[in-house]
């Protein structure tokens, strides 16, 4: 008797173990998981990976305000990705002639599904916003959805969505959740445990409430030019396939001198302290050489600036992963260079020159992830010698 008890007493323990060993593995497993989704967060194409999207938790409040702050909160990262995202389900909704209606549940099912980000997985294959499913076959023996590739672009499945949406008859009648099901075929139990009518929908109607869209007449590009540059995005991050470059090099030939760096300092012409969000290289000569795409990438922007405050011609090159390289103060751009066009690495997309407000023939060189955002602009010179290429 006493031996049977040993050998049960081992055997317990040993399942005991295991189990202990088996939960330790699956939550380290979570835990390294979320972080990798976390730090993979980035553009357009990939909006921000976070684990168990429906899981996050929608603030206690009832509005956009509460919801974006109950995000910053949980993941310790700004809301950006997803403002942007609510804008272009916005923008693309009233541009295709949709309601109010159809517009908050294209909000609330895009929260359900990934809390408005791009999620490169998903369950099984689903992919995107919308966690749609490329492995799904339509009757024509295509995917119903689309490919992998249109997926992941949020302008494609957006619109994919409210195509799905267009053929819900009598829609505007149902409660959003039956409709949100009879596009997204879920299994219903489940999806319906996540919806909480009461905060997730009412977050969607004060999205929209808030937002700069305007509701336009159907075929109206009004409401879709105010997201244009967020639509440039997303086409400019499928060139380059949402890979950041991993060549770089200088913007121009030897021979130039390091003039003034990045950082605050005292304006040259006169504008008092002020920061410097660039660094400047000029050669002893008058202009005119030639300046480099210092990797590959799609241009971004182009602008004409010829006032005392700002660098004349302006180019910024997208490299992916919200890195985008500034040329400023050129004399004239290269030929062939336009916004969309892809650049390689050493190609010569300008001169250096002294237009706008410019003290003489110079480079004005940036790095920054938001032209339009001061305190996005980092050190140039630092962030290429970090790559491996030397300007000072």
Request: hydrophobic share 35%; aromatic share 8%.
């Amino acid at each position: 008797m006493s031996s049977m008890v040993r050998k049960t007493g081992g055997c317990l323990v040993g399942l005991l173990v295991f189990v202990f060993v088996g939960v330790v593995a699956v939550v380290l497993g979570f835990i390294a998981l979320t972080q990798q989704s976390i730090e993979n967060a980035g553009n357009c194409e990939a909006l921000g990976s976070i684990s168990n999207p429906i899981g996050v938790n929608l603030g206690d409040g009832d509005t956009a305000e509460s919801y974006f702050a109950a995000y910053d909160q949980q993941f310790g990262r700004d809301d950006n990705e997803q403002r942007k995202n609510a804008e272009l389900i916005i923008g693309i909704g009233y541009e295709r002639g949709h309601s109010d209606y159809d517009i908050t549940l294209a909000l609330a099912v895009a929260m359900q599904e990934s809390n408005l980000l791009n999620l490169s997985y998903g369950d099984r294959d689903s992919l995107g916003i919308y966690q749609q499913r490329p492995g799904v076959m339509g009757g024509d023996g295509q995917p119903h959805w689309g490919t992998a590739e249109q997926i992941m672009n949020p302008v494609y499945s957006i619109n994919r969505f409210y195509d799905e949406l267009d053929i819900v008859p009598g829609r505007e009648g149902l409660p959003l959740l039956e409709t949100a099901l009879q596009v997204q075929k879920p299994d219903p139990a489940a999806y319906g445990a996540h919806w909480e009518p009461a905060q997730r929908e009412a977050v969607a109607r004060d999205i929209l409430a808030n937002s700069s869209q305007e509701e336009e007449p159907s075929g109206s590009t009004t409401a879709m030019e105010k997201v244009e540059s967020m639509l440039d995005r997303c086409e400019r991050d499928s060139k380059v396939q949402r890979q950041i470059a991993d060549e770089w090099q200088s913007p121009l030939d030897e021979g130039y001198q390091y003039l003034s760096e990045f950082g605050w300092r005292n304006d040259p012409l006169g504008r008092g302290n002020m920061l410097h969000n660039g660094a400047d290289f000029a050669y002893p000569t008058a202009g005119g050489e030639p300046i480099y795409a210092i990797a590959d990438g799609v241009v971004a922007l182009l602008r004409d600036e010829f006032n005392p405050a700002w660098g004349g011609y302006v180019t910024y090159i997208d490299h992916g992963g919200d890195i985008l390289s500034g040329y400023a103060h050129q004399q004239s751009r290269a030929d062939g260079i336009v916004e969309g066009g892809e650049v390689k690495a050493g190609d010569v997309i300008g001169y250096v020159g002294s237009t706008g407000g410019s003290s003489g023939p110079h480079l004005h060189f940036m790095i920054t992830k938001d032209p339009n955002d001061e305190n996005a602009f980092i050190d140039p010179v630092a962030f290429l010698k970090e790559r491996g290429v030397s300007l000072d």
